[in-house]
């Protein structure tokens, strides 16, 4: 990990904002292995702060300007759409 920001958990993971690497690392509690569940192909960029919804992620994807939904068992980035908001 190379300067990691957020954390989050759940079903038994932690997941990891892995900053300068641009990924979201996956931290299995069952036999600590680690991945890469997104990022490291341009898709996010110093990914900080996160938090577990549903199937899924929510990442401040902070050089992007953006927030993403990462799906947790996938690893799909998608800009995080709100239906019906203003702005």
Same mark, same amino acid.
């Given at each position: 990990?190379?300067?990691?920001?957020?954390?989050?958990?759940?079903?038994?993971?932690?997941?990891?904002?892995?900053?300068?690497?641009?990924?979201?690392?996956?931290?299995?509690? /069952?036999?600590? &292995?680690?991945?890469?569940?997104?990022? $490291?192909?341009?898709?996010?960029?110093?990914? #900080? +702060?996160?938090?577990?919804?549903?199937?899924?992620?929510?990442?401040?994807?902070?050089?992007? /300007?953006?927030? &993403?939904?990462?799906?947790?068992?996938? $690893?799909?980035?998608?800009?995080?759409?709100? #239906? +019906?908001?203003?702005?």
């Amino acid at each position: 990990l190379q300067h990691p920001l957020g954390v989050a958990a759940a079903d038994n993971t932690v997941y990891v904002a892995d900053s300068y690497n641009h990924k979201i690392k996956a931290i299995s509690l /069952h036999g600590s &292995v680690v991945s890469t569940l997104a990022g $490291g192909d341009g898709s996010l960029w110093e990914p #900080s +702060g996160l938090d577990a919804w549903g199937d899924h992620l929510l990442v401040a994807d902070t050089n992007h /300007h953006r927030v &993403v939904t990462v799906h947790r068992q996938t $690893g799909e980035v998608r800009p995080l759409s709100l #239906s +019906g908001s203003a702005g």
